[in-house]
Every structure is written in structure tokens, then in C-alpha cells.
């Protein structure tokens, strides 16, 4: 059962524009939401992430929207550019702290970003 | 540059082997995880050190053994792997128990199982 679930695995946009990446969730308890950015030979590199308290969290070209009552966030980069070009993973904890483990996941979405 | 640091960065290993993987941090912080990654797939969790302490097996078979050190270590000791075994093992590292942090990942190490 998949309780993180990105429904697009990939994605492809022209240098400049906006790239939205999006992410739906299943389980309620899920309350702190994380983005990762992975290379291929590389781990995946935390992006940016959002309380469950919170609709909107920006950092620079990145911005993370939650909609609790659609279970579903999504990670708008604006502009995009080439170097942005990775797998995007959408991550979800439980109430208690990340260091309980439970970070669970979606499937990716490769974001490929034309010149 | 990660500031997680794995060792090595590939691993070749027959069946009968016995090998040890290795994490490093030096950020302080408390909570040390293990993940497995396949192939085109997402990072599954296998174990979680909180404050050095074992705090969260996911029901992964004893051929993988985990051992924490001290705060800054973690380590992955295999023994009699089995060919579907073979994956990217990552290591990853957030601060202490209780708080809202992300996981800084490592580079991991690619096993493959002979």
C-alpha cells in the first residue's frame, strides 16, 4: 500500500519556465513533509520541507504548497533550469520527529529541463 | 559535498563473504539511519540509532547486522548476502529525537552480490 504516491514519473520543461512536481498522501498521521533531489551515483539532497502547520514554505526558486484537506502538496520551481534536471522525491513523516524513522517516500519523478 | 560520508562506494561480494559498511557525520547529530534503494524504486527503510541506541528495525532479515559506535558512526555488517540483496545502501543522518528535521543522505555504497 502506498501511502506516498507521486502519480507522474516524469516531467519535462523548457529552461525558464515553471516546474511543478506533485504528491499526493494517503495517511493522516503524516504531518512534516520533506522534497529530495537525487543525481544518479549520488543520495538524494533535501530540498526544502514543509509542517503540517503551514500552507506555503518558500526557499529561493523553490516553493512547497500543502493542501491538508486534499492530502496533497506540490513543489513549484521557478525559473527552472538545466541543472535542475534529477529525480524529484516527495517524502512524508508522522507526528513525532523524523527521528522515529518513519520517512516514507513516493516513486519519484524525473524532471528533465530543456535549454 | 555530502556531509555524510560512505564507505566504500562500490562493493563486490560473494555469498559466502562477510563485509562491513561504514557511515560518518560530524554535524552532531543524534539520529543514524540505514536505507536500501533498488533500482528505479524509492529508499526503504532498515534501521533507525537514536542516540546510539537501536530504535527501529523494519523486520530486516539477521544477515544485516547494525552496529552504532558512538554518536558519529554508523556501520552495516553483512554476512551470507543473497544476490537480490544488490542495491544502493545509504546512510543518512538528522538531528535529535523530537524535532522536525530533515535526513542529510550520503552518497551510499552499491552492493552487488555474487
Known amino acids: 500500500d502506498q501511502q506516498v504516491k507521486q502519480n507522474s514519473p516524469s516531467l519535462s520543461v523548457q529552461e525558464g519556465r515553471i516546474s511543478i512536481l506533485n504528491c499526493d498522501y494517503t495517511?493522516?498521521?503524516?504531518?512534516?513533509f520533506l522534497w529530495y533531489k537525487k543525481y544518479p551515483a549520488e543520495g538524494p539532497t533535501f530540498l526544502i520541507s514543509?509542517?503540517?502547520?503551514?500552507d506555503k514554505n518558500e526557499d529561493g526558486r523553490f516553493t512547497v504548497f500543502l493542501n491538508k484537506s486534499a492530502k496533497h502538496l506540490s513543489l513549484h520551481i521557478v525559473p527552472s533550469q538545466p541543472g535542475d534536471s534529477a529525480v524529484y522525491f516527495c517524502?512524508?513523516?508522522?507526528?513525532?520527529?523524523?527521528?522515529?524513522?518513519?520517512?516514507?517516500f513516493g516513486q519519484g519523478t524525473i524532471l528533465t529541463v530543456h535549454p | 559535498d555530502t556531509e555524510v560520508t560512505q564507505t566504500p562506494k562500490h562493493l563486490v561480494m560473494g555469498m559466502t563473504n562477510k563485509k562491513s559498511l561504514k557511515c560518518e557525520q560530524h554535524?552532531?547529530?543524534?539520529?543514524m539511519y540505514w536505507y536500501k534503494q533498488k533500482a528505479k524504486k524509492p529508499p526503504e527503510l532498515m534501521f533507525v540509532?537514536?542516540?546510539?541506541?537501536?530504535?527501529i528495525n523494519e523486520s530486516v532479515p539477521s544477515r544485516f547486522s547494525p552496529e552504532c559506535p558512538n554518536s558519529s558512526l554508523l556501520n552495516l555488517h553483512l554476512h551470507a548476502l543473497q544476490p537480490e540483496d544488490s542495491a544502493l545502501y545509504l546512510c543518512?543522518?538528522?538531528?535529535?529525537?523530537?524535532?522536525?528535521?530533515?535526513?542529510?543522505f550520503g552518497n551510499g555504497t552499491r552492493l552487488t552480490v555474487t
Open positions: 514543509i509542517s503540517s502547520i503551514k
Open positions: 495517511n493522516s498521521m503524516f504531518d512534516y
Open positions: 517524502a512524508a513523516s508522522p507526528a513525532g520527529g523524523t527521528s522515529y524513522g518513519k520517512l516514507t
Open positions: 543518512a543522518s538528522s538531528q535529535g529525537q523530537g524535532n522536525n528535521s530533515p535526513l542529510h
Open positions: 554535524m552532531g547529530h543524534r539520529a
Open positions: 540509532y537514536s542516540y546510539e541506541k537501536l530504535s
